[in-house]
């Protein structure tokens, strides 16, 4: 895990100044730094007074995602936590589905996500409708979906990943046999996962014809048709671009992109994997293609680190998520997650099948 304990340590109005100046130096200009410090120290005081715990996606904005979270970190990492909290509130810095997994694990506690709006398009590509037809159209295959689908298409699932764990869940379910294995919903993920596991892949709308030539006891994923709408727009020229202008650069790709991109860089990995990998590995510089704001936060978190911070594409779910809309939730306990009782039981299986394959 990756906790901050900044905003535990920062206790007062100057601590958090110093705290957050300490911080994003070099990274966040000090105007707006002198702009967030009071709401930055406005939440951490209601924080601690509401017993809330606040946990912050790698994608925040470097302003936030140094300032309040208690944990940050990737999908993962950070639903681990949901889920062992004792906190009587989680604040899920993060967007819609990350919520919906916080509540499914820890369905007692009061879970508040900023923005009613920070959605995610792979969460919005698939409908737990869509996965019964694929079932009915499969029948017999294994269904995995990403972590990043709501609560809904969750319970028709027999296993969750996230992107730091897809080939060991991948890996998991060959050994047990499985053949026809359902990847949902994101078609980039499922065919880097297959192809890094070395197991053929087809989109579930292929001919029939693509199906009939793998042998029934040969391992096939099959694929569906959403994407991340910010990773599917780095494309094989942008690698050839940076290796152009930064010829020593490490490049890091999401596996969210797609296979021509992960084709072409140095590594393919999860944010958690991306995060490690700056810490330990030594480069002369790293460029990051995901979400832009990793790159400031790793700026910031490792200055003897050259980062790349071409801010080429944002996340505008990920967006919504700000440090005003912070604090207002936790003012008025918006926006809470509700989902019904009997969702919470049939999703949680595939999301503790999730958590418990590291
Ligand atoms: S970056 Fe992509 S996968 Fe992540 S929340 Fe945004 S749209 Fe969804």
Redesign the pocket.
Known sequence: MAPTVTSSRAASLDETRSMMHERLKGVVPEIEIEAKVELAHAINVRKRKMNAVILGHN?MEPALYHSVPDYVGDSLQLASIAAETDADVIVFC??W?MGETAKVLNPSKTVLVPSDK??????EGITAEDIKRLKERFPGAVVVTYV?TYASAKAESDYCCTSGNADKVIGKLLEQGHTRILFLP?AYLAANTAAQMGVPYLDSESDAAAFDAVAPDQPLVIGWRAK????ELFTPEDVDNIRRQYPDAVILAHP?CSPEVIAKVDVSGSTKAMVDYVRDVDAPCYALF??CAMGDNLAAEFPHRNMIRACTLR????NFITLEDTLAGLEKLQYKVALAPDLIERARLPIERMIAIR
């Open positions: 994608y993060g967007v589905f920070a959605g995610c398009s792979l969460a990043n994101d991340c709408e910010v990773h969210e995901t979400e996340c505008k779910h990920m």
